[in-house]
């Protein structure tokens, strides 16, 4: 319960001050895309590819500042309890180098809130941050 009085504040912050909401990139390409595939599928080794050498990862409160491996081996455990069924994303905004999405997953017979984060650099793509958290 208090991490959800945490997260709306931050949320609604990032939504005034990120910008019009994006459906797609200009030129067509949608980073989450991809992202929401193997979010679906509960493709760790896929997923892992867009992380970045280290990145900030949250899953059910426990987590940190990571290294690629470590967030990696914590999204993994995550998938063994919770196998995934289905990832939308509800909601992508965002400016220049960096973009975020707002979806659910349906994993293990519940629905999690996820909250991803990318920055970009030319065409390369990396997950900065990636938060799940149980709806209650």
Do not use: C
Not at 53 to 80: C, H, M, P, W, Y
Not at 108 to 113: A, K, N, P, Q, Y
């Amino acid at each position: 319960m208090t991490s959800h009085r945490i997260v709306f504040p931050l949320f609604l912050a990032l939504l005034l001050f990120s910008g019009p909401r994006l459906r797609a990139q200009s030129g067509g390409y949608d980073v989450f895309v991809p992202i929401t595939k193997y979010m679906s599928q509960g493709d760790v080794e896929s997923i892992s590819a867009w992380y970045a050498k280290n990145l900030d990862i949250t899953v059910l409160n426990q987590g940190g500042n990571s290294s690629r491996q470590q967030a990696k081996q914590i999204l993994k455990t995550f998938f063994e309890t919770y196998t995934p069924r289905s990832f939308k994303v509800n909601y992508t905004a965002g400016r220049a180098n960096m973009k975020y999405a707002v979806g659910t997953l349906n994993a293990g017979g519940e629905i999690f809130l996820v909250t991803i984060f990318v920055s970009s650099k030319g065409d390369t793509y990396t997950i900065q941050q990636m938060k799940i958290e149980r709806v209650q």
